[in-house]
Structures are given as C-alpha cells and as structure tokens.
C-alpha cells in the first residue's frame, strides 16, 4: 500500500500554497515558520479531543477563555464582557442574528438592517433563521449610509449591523454613528470584524487612521473576530464576543428532554474537535501581543507598498484607499480584470475576482498577508507582466447571443438539463481525458459570463456546478 501521507502530499499539490504570501485570499501567512510547526502540533495532539463538555475536556474551556480574553483585551471589552469560540466567521455572525431574533420573541417578523456591503453570511443567517435582511445601500465611499440605516430601523428590527471592515472594498463603516442610531431604538448592534478584528487595533497602535468600531464605541453590543484570518491561526475558529452576559444568554441551547446526556451547546455544533482550538491557543501564545503588533507593521508597509505600486500601472486603479489589509483593484476599459487574476495565478499568485455589482464594476480583490511584504518585488513584476498581458490580450468577449440568452432566462424555470447544457457552454464543466469532470483552468471567459448574469442566474449556475462537483467517487 502506498503511505497515506505519501499520497496526501502529492494530492495537495493541486492546490493553492497555504505558506509563502503569494495567496492573496482564503489564507492568512504570518511567514514565520515557527509559527506553522507549533499550530501544525498543537492540532494533531488535540485532534481528537471534544469540546461538546467542558468538564470532560477542561483545558479546551481554559483556552477558550484564554483566547476570548485575549479578543476583549484587543476590542476594549468592558469588564462585563463575554464570549465564544466559534468555527469560524459564518458560525459567529449566524449566532449573532439567531441570538437577536430569540432575544426578541415579541416581534412575529423579524428584521436586520444591512448595508449591502455586509457579509454574504447575514444572508444565509436570514435564510437559516427566517429573519428578513433590510438592505440598505451604501455611499459613494463604500462606507454604509448612517442615516439611511436609522430611517430603515423599525418596530419589528432585532439587529443593526455595520462592518470593519467589508470584505469586498475593505473599508469600516461609520460604526459610531450606527450603533448610535441602534442604541437609540433599543437594538442590538454587531460589528462584523471578522476579517479586521485582530489587524485593525494594531493599525491604530501604528498610528494608522481607523474609525473607531470596538466596543470603546458606545451600543456595539456584539463583534465577530476570526482568529483563523489575522491571528494566523490554523483553520476552525472565530470569536463572537458580547457586551454582557445577557446579550449571549438566547445562543445558548440545552436539551434534557430524551433519554441521553443533556445536550448542552454554546454554538451550532455539539461535537467540537480540540484541534482548531489547540492550534488556534498556540499560536496566539507564540506570537502574542507584540508579535501581532510587528506583524501588522508588516503587513500595513506591504499594503503600503502595493497602493503605490497600483499607482506606478496605468490601467489599475485602487477603488478605495484601503482602512485595513484588504485593497481592492479596478482596471480601466483596456484591460480585463479576469485576464489579470488568470495571468498572475500562472505566475504563482492568488488574487481574487470580485463580479459586478449593481452600477459597480469587476474588481480585484487581495488579503494582504505579513509573508507577503517579503515578496513585493516579485509581486511587482508579476502584476506588471499580467496587466501587460491582459491588455495585449484584449477584451474578454460574451457573444451578444449569449448575453441575450442569459438574460432572458428565468433561473428558477430551468431543469437539470438546462444547467448541463449552460455549465458545459459557460466552460465551468468540461470533460477530462477519461470523461471524468474537469475543472476549468483559466476563469475569464467563466468569470466574463457570469458577470453578464444577474445574481439569481449566477448563484443558480454555480448551485448546479457544485451540485455535479459533489459526486461521490467509488
Ligand atoms: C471571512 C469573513 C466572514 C466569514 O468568515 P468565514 O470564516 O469564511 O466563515 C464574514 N465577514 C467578513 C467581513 C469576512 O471577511
């Protein structure tokens, strides 16, 4: 038999370097080598431990309170303060909206303001949890609109929410005055920090400009913070942290009535392997708090760096000046943004496309990493290079008929027929040698298609793409 990990090893080669700096989303590289061994440790030897019962595993409950006393330290957590490890963004931003809708059983439909740049999981949380998301839209800034989003508070609105920052244009919103307008009405308020929370108080520390967005901001009630993005932790945790007791008191579920253990659970899962929380404890033990505070000076001179060499190429432009670690590119009508992603990947470098939105064009998304300032030069040439080839390769055309095609079609009303035909004609499904399904290699003429679609379209075609991706082998 061949050795597993042998195996394991030559699998991983398909995909993206988790280590090196060079993938600018997903992963989160603190470049310290010593670093990755001790998390790499730390799992193994609490992977099979279980959190589901603090008194059977009670180290798992001393390092969760450890971790979370570390975020209220970092957040400026009154004394009061509480909190929960989570496996990661999604899990604490749904516990968020499920903790406000059961905190207000009076109210028969409830509603969540948002800026439409929130979190794609606020909607899944609305989906999950039958609570309505009242989106709101944002400023010519990208920063969500403080008094449109009073006006869309209402009788029947469990949670207010901002960012910091957004993901998608790395921005923070202007939380003082939302949680101001949320306070007001006796609404709880969320900061999603989830990408920002372990980056942004460091930012300030260096002297950077940052809104203000922790609980230092009066009627804040609650902020999701993912140690598995800038606490460079492994993958598996998030921190949801709450105000008071109180706030957290509705996530909490206990079930004694079958004939088992009373069920006791602070998340959505019960089972909750040690490893993620091990590896998560080890790492904010090895780096610390100065150690986050040198590698957010890293990261800020990366990002730095970056915005000025955008400068330095004609056809990119920074939407916005990035307030985090996050910048986001536009490209001007002579180059295709989606060429640009495909040539760097085959240069070695991950950086994201972000589709239209509303009157917004394609973007270009980075999560900048401290491991990347190590290499900016190379970053430079590989950018120079892309763009140049996106430009000499010119647009990226969707035939009209297809464009035509796209739009007349009522996603709902097509069958599993339709879907095969429009993956195999989109370029999303194509076939391998064996006949076995092939995933595409180059996405810009995948990416140019579904940025003519509209979102119901888009969010259909890649249901079905994953709906075929996940087959069983045997
Ligand atoms: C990453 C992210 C999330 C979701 O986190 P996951 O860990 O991917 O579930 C939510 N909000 C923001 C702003 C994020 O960047």
Not at 66 to 88: E, I, K, M, N, R
Not at 91 to 116: F, K, N, T
Not at 351 to 379: C, N
Request: net charge negative.
């Amino acid at each position: 038999m061949t050795d597993p990990l042998e195996q394991l090893r030559r699998l991983q080669g398909s995909d993206l370097p988790v280590h090196g700096g060079r993938t600018l989303a997903y992963v989160y590289d603190s470049g310290d080598a010593d670093v990755d061994r001790i998390a790499r440790e730390a799992v193994a030897a609490y992977a099979g431990s279980n959190a589901l019962d603090p008194t059977a595993f009670p180290s798992l409950l001393q390092m969760e309170n450890d971790l979370v006393g570390f975020a209220c330290d970092l957040l400026d957590a009154p004394d009061t303060a509480v909190g929960t490890v989570s496996s990661g963004g999604t899990e604490s931003i749904l516990l968020a909206v499920q903790g406000a809708r059961d905190s207000r059983p009076d109210v028969v439909r409830p509603r969540m303001v948002l800026p439409e740049t929130a979190h794609a999981a606020f909607h899944k949380a609305a989906h999950y949890f039958g609570v309505e998301a009242v989106v709101v839209p944002v400023g010519p800034d990208f920063r969500a609109d403080a008094a449109a989003m009073a006006s869309a508070i209402d009788d029947s609105t469990v949670l207010v929410v901002a960012s910091a920052p957004s993901y998608a244009h790395g921005v923070v919103d202007p939380v003082p005055q939302i949680a101001a307008a949320a306070s007001a009405r006796g609404v709880r308020c969320h900061v999603d920090a989830c990408i920002g929370g372990w980056v942004l108080p460091y930012a300030s520390r260096l002297g950077r400009e940052v809104t203000p967005w922790t609980f230092a901001v009066d009627g804040v009630t609650s902020i999701s913070v993912d140690t598995h993005k800038y606490a460079y932790a492994p993958k598996g945790t998030s921190i949801l942290l709450h105000r008071t007791p109180e706030l957290r008191r509705p996530q909490f579920f206990a079930w004694a009535g079958w004939p088992g253990y009373t069920m006791l659970n602070a998340t959505t899962q019960s089972t909750r392997s040690g490893g993620p929380i091990a590896g998560t404890w080890a790492v904010v033990q090895a780096i610390g708090d100065a150690g986050y505070e040198r590698l957010a000076g890293e990261v800020f001179d990366a990002v730095d760096a970056i915005v000025a060499l955008v400068g330095s190429i004609p056809p990119l432009r920074v939407v916005v000046p990035p307030e985090s670690t996050l910048v986001t590119l536009a490209t001007d009508e002579t180059c295709d943004p989606f060429t640009v992603t495909d040539e760097m990947l085959a240069r070695g470098w991950y950086v994201q496309p972000q589709l239209s939105y509303g009157t917004s064009g394609p973007t270009i998304h980075l999560s900048v990493s401290a491991a990347t300032r190590q290499h900016l030069d190379e970053l430079a040439t590989a950018l120079r290079e892309s763009v140049a080839a996106a430009v000499e390769a010119g647009p990226v055309g969707v035939d009209d008929g297809v464009v035509a095609f796209i739009e007349a079609l009522d996603p709902a009303a097509l069958g599993d027929d339709d879907f095969d035909g429009l993956l195999a004609a989109s370029g999303l499904v194509g076939q391998d040698d064996d006949g076995g399904l092939a995933l595409p290699t180059r996405m810009a003429e995948v990416n140019a298609m579904l940025d003519v679609a509209s979102p119901a379209m888009r969010e259909a075609l890649l249901v079905a793409f994953l709906d075929r991706l996940q087959r069983p082998s045997r």
